[in-house]
């Protein structure tokens, strides 16, 4: 009886590494800054070639260190572009905020009118927010 679950775990253990390995190996496939397999000459590439801040001087670490370089600043001057649209951002929210500041002020200074007409009688404010002018004088 104890070795049903005992099967059952281990194929789903199995189950896991071999998903796993999947998609490890689509990933590897798929990722465009992996470098390939055939254009590894020697194990000392592999180590110039995974970092460009060695020591070793192999014409693939410079290639890749100027791949490395062009990548660096593509992403600065995206960097930069998003801090450019994040000012633009705040500038239009912080315009948006002063005229949303000036209609409160403008709907106060409605309803303190509206508030004294209907003081005064000049005119009448139902529950449904209806309003009656009233034309003469009492």
Request: proline content about 3%; cysteine-free; overall charge negative.
């Amino acid at each position: 009886m104890k070795t049903l679950p005992a099967l059952l775990f281990a194929l789903g253990i199995t189950a896991i590494l071999a998903a796993t390995m999947a998609v490890i190996g689509v990933n590897a496939l798929v990722n465009p800054a992996a470098t390939p397999v055939a254009s590894v000459s020697s194990p000392s590439d592999v180590a110039a070639a995974s970092f460009s801040s060695s020591s070793s001087s192999s014409s693939s670490a410079s290639t890749s260190s100027s791949a490395d370089q062009a990548q660096i600043a593509q992403l600065q001057a995206l960097v930069t572009q998003y801090q450019q649209r994040e000012q633009q951002y705040q500038t239009e929210l912080n315009d948006a905020a002063n005229q949303l500041n000036q209609a409160n002020a403008q709907l106060n200074q409605f309803q303190q009118l509206l508030s004294a007409l209907e003081q005064r009688g000049i005119i009448t404010i139902d529950s449904s927010g209806q309003i009656t002018l009233h034309t003469g004088r009492r």
